[in-house]
Nanobody, 126 residues
């Protein structure tokens, strides 16, 4: 089993920044890719970004490219999401996810991930 705990959410004004953290524990060696997803009220959960533990390859949804940066700290089993230039459309619960799938072909799909954190709320005021 893998446990994921997110932190760093909060209330921020439009144009501001936040950094989300995800602490992974347990059988983290079995995971290959870490992702961030978000879910706004009455909307489906959507992919935000992902990163592979080994090579550090990154993937982003178009709406956050150039504003968000995903990174990892392999030694401490941490994954981060630096979010800049936030706007009201970024308001959502943000979830950290981990997958044991060896290939990255499905990283943009929530079904690709085996483990999920409890989520952290990000609210951007306009």
């Amino acid at each position: 089993q893998v446990q994921l705990v997110e932190s760093g959410g909060g209330l921020v004004q439009a144009g501001g920044s936040l950094r989300l953290s995800c602490a992974a524990s347990g059988r983290t060696f079995s995971t290959n890719t870490m992702g961030w997803f978000r879910q706004a009220p009455e909307k489906e959960r959507e992919f935000v970004a992902a990163i592979t533990w080994s090579s550090g390859s990154t993937y982003y949804t178009d709406s956050v490219k150039g504003r968000f940066t995903i990174s990892r700290d392999n030694a401490n089993n941490m994954v981060y999401l630096q979010m800049n230039s936030l706007n009201a459309e970024d308001t959502a619960v943000y979830y950290c996810a981990a997958t044991t799938m060896a290939q990255a072909v499905g990283v943009r799909s929530a079904r690709w991930y085996n483990y999920w954190g409890q989520g952290t709320q990000v609210t951007v005021s306009s």
